[in-house]
T-cell receptor, first 117, second 115 residues
Framework: AQTVTQSQPEMSVQEAETVTLSCTYDTSESNYYLFWYKQPPSRQMILVIRQEAYKQQNATENRFSVNFQKAAKSFSLKISDSQLGDTAMYFCAFIRTGGTSYGKLTFGQGTILTVHP | DTGVSQDPRHKITKRGQNVTFRCDPI?????LYWYRQTLGQGPEFLTYFQNEAQLEKSRLLSDRFSAERPKGSFSTLEIQRTEQGDSAMYLC?????????????FGEGSRLTVL
C-alpha cells in the first residue's frame, strides 16, 4: 500500500512571492505518477502538475514546478509569483501505473495555501 | 458547462434515512470514479467504473453503499441507513478511455450531513 504525507496543514504567502509545499510518499512500486491537485474553495479539484517517476527531469507548468527526489521519496511543489487565485487546498497524490490502478489515486491530507494581497 | 456535474450539491438527512447522489461525467469519458472526502482530509477512493462495469470497490464501501452506472453514462451512489460517520463530501470524477495518466476530472462534490 502507498502512503502520501503532507506535513504542512497551512501555509501563507504574499502576492508575487514564492512558496514551496512539501510532500513525502512511501511505496514499493517502481512505476508510478505523482501529482499536485488544487481544490479552490467551493470549486472542483483540478490537476496542477504531474510527474512520471521514470523521468529525472522535474516537471514545470508555467509558474508551477516540482522538485522530485525519487530516492528520498519527496515531491515538493513550488509556486512562483503567487497570485490571489492560487488560494486553495493543495493535495499531493500518487498512482501506480499499469494493472488495474486506473484512477485509484492516493491523496495526502492537503495543505491550505492562502495568498495575501 | 461540459464538466462533471453532481446532484444534489448539499444533502441534510436524519440518521437512518437513505440518500442517493447522481454524477454525470464528461460525455466522452468512459471511466468514472467515486471518492469520499471528510473534513480536513484528502479524498479516499471508493469505487471505479469502466463503462457500465464496476471494476473495483474499496473496503470503505460497506454493504450500506451501492453504486451503479447502468448505461455507462451517469452514475448513482446510494447510501442506505445513513450514519453520522457518513457525513462527508462525495466526489465524482471521470477520465477518458486512453491511457492511465491519473488525471481525473472532478465534479464539485455532493456534501452529505447526517444529523
Amino acid at each position: 500500500a502507498q502512503t502520501v504525507t503532507q506535513s504542512q496543514p497551512e501555509m501563507s504567502v504574499q502576492e508575487a512571492e514564492t512558496v514551496t509545499l512539501s510532500c513525502t510518499y512511501d511505496t514499493s512500486e517502481s512505476n508510478y505518477y505523482l501529482f499536485w491537485y488544487k481544490q479552490p474553495p467551493s470549486r472542483q479539484m483540478i490537476l496542477v502538475i504531474r510527474q512520471e517517476a521514470y523521468k529525472q527531469q522535474n516537471a514545470t507548468e508555467n509558474r508551477f514546478s516540482v522538485n522530485f527526489q525519487k530516492a528520498a521519496k519527496s515531491f515538493s511543489l513550488k509556486i512562483s509569483d503567487s497570485q490571489l487565485g492560487d488560494t486553495a487546498m493543495y493535495f499531493c497524490a500518487f498512482i501506480r501505473t499499469g494493472g488495474t490502478s486506473y484512477g485509484k489515486l492516493t491523496f495526502g491530507q492537503g495543505t491550505i495555501l492562502t495568498v495575501h494581497p | 458547462d461540459t464538466g462533471v456535474s453532481q446532484d444534489p450539491r448539499h444533502k441534510i438527512t436524519k440518521r437512518g434515512q437513505n440518500v442517493t447522489f447522481r454524477c454525470d461525467p464528461i460525455s466522452e469519458h468512459n471511466r468514472l470514479y467515486w471518492y469520499r472526502q471528510t473534513l480536513g482530509q484528502g479524498p479516499e477512493f471508493l469505487t471505479y467504473f469502466q463503462n457500465e462495469a464496476q471494476l473495483e470497490k474499496s473496503r470503505l464501501l460497506s454493504d450500506r453503499f451501492s453504486a451503479e452506472r447502468p448505461k455507462g453514462s451517469f452514475s448513482t451512489l446510494e447510501i442506505q441507513r445513513t450514519e453520522q460517520g457518513d457525513s462527508a463530501m462525495y466526489l465524482c470524477a471521470s477520465s477518458p478511455p486512453t491511457g492511465n495518466t491519473g488525471e481525473l476530472f472532478f465534479g464539485e462534490g455532493s456534501r452529505l450531513t447526517v444529523l
